[in-house]
């Protein structure tokens, strides 16, 4: 009797519009490496993936350049769901650097059955109606080392605003805001780049939208500092915002464009 082959599983996902820049996730890359560096070399398998990179590999590529500032060892996985954009990337391909077609299922390849110690979703989930996002976060957590960390967000085409949500295995611990801050008019020109769990809900009533409106209060009260340059006026913001909200880093992040506050202060309501 001939033997039959399963056909292969469906990628779990839909495709992203593919659009990608060199250095486009920097912000998100030098805020992991200084967060979740400690954790990655502590992994028995430091490897990270780059979760719907895109047209082009160059966020994969620099994705395991900056990590391996951090942890020599460590190795980025690039999965795309587009069959194409994974056969484009392969001749990029080197030692700690691969690329897999997949989707949210995460696969690593191989049949290994290795958990990624770092998942990252960039731009990923913006297609996404709202009420599709915790299971995603979940399926994504879900496959996550002990320890590992999924980072979900947005950013603009060449990376001068980002916000993004960290997770871990037992689900969301903060959002971080971050800017190339002489691009910045108000903290809230930021809201159009909320990751797609929070951006529906900056309306009244909503603590995404009383924190961006004490955001904005904070930055107007700091604008003599402009005199000094908008770092530091950015740090005093972040130092007023303080009193107020639980900011989870203080005036060493403050001083590259960031602030990240616990999501339990922003979570959606109901």
């Known amino acids: 009797m001939a033997s039959r082959t399963a056909p292969a599983r469906r990628p779990i996902g839909t495709a992203t519009r593919g659009t990608t820049n060199p250095n486009r996730l920097r912000r998100m890359d030098r805020w992991i490496a200084h967060t979740h560096g400690p954790a990655l070399r502590r992994s028995a398998d430091p490897v990270a993936v780059d979760l719907g990179y895109g047209a082009a590999p160059w966020t994969a590529v620099e994705l395991l350049a900056r990590l391996r500032t951090v942890c020599p060892a460590a190795e980025v996985v690039g999965v795309e769901i587009d069959p194409a954009r994974v056969a484009a990337a392969k001749p990029y391909e080197r030692d700690g650097l691969s690329f897999a077609h997949g989707g949210f299922e995460v696969p690593l390849g191989g049949g290994t059955g290795r958990?990624?110690?770092?998942?990252?979703?960039?731009?990923?989930?913006?297609?996404?109606?709202?009420?599709?996002?915790?299971?995603?976060?979940?399926?994504?957590?879900?496959?996550?080392?002990?320890?590992?960390?999924?980072?979900?967000?947005?950013?603009?085409?060449?990376?001068?605003?980002?916000?993004?949500?960290?997770?871990?295995?037992?689900g969301p611990r903060t959002v971080t805001f971050a800017a190339r801050l002489g691009s910045l008019d108000t903290p809230s020109d930021l809201a159009e780049r909320l990751p797609k769990a929070l951006i529906h809900r900056n309306v009244p009533g909503e603590p995404v939208h009383a924190f961006l409106r004490d955001f904005d209060r904070a930055w107007a009260a700091a604008a003599p500092y402009s005199a000094l340059s908008a770092r530091q006026r950015w740090i005093r913001t972040a130092a007023s915002l303080g009193t107020d909200w639980p900011l989870t880093d203080d005036a060493r992040r403050w001083r590259q464009g960031e602030l990240t506050v616990r999501w339990d202060a922003l979570a959606p309501r109901g």
């Open 115 to 170: 958990a990624p110690a770092l998942i990252r979703a960039a731009n990923v989930l913006r297609q996404y109606d709202e009420d599709e996002v915790a299971a995603v976060w979940s399926r994504l957590c879900a496959r996550l080392a002990p320890g590992g960390l999924l980072v979900e967000g947005t950013c603009d085409e060449i990376g001068r605003r980002h916000v993004w949500v960290a997770l871990g295995p037992e």
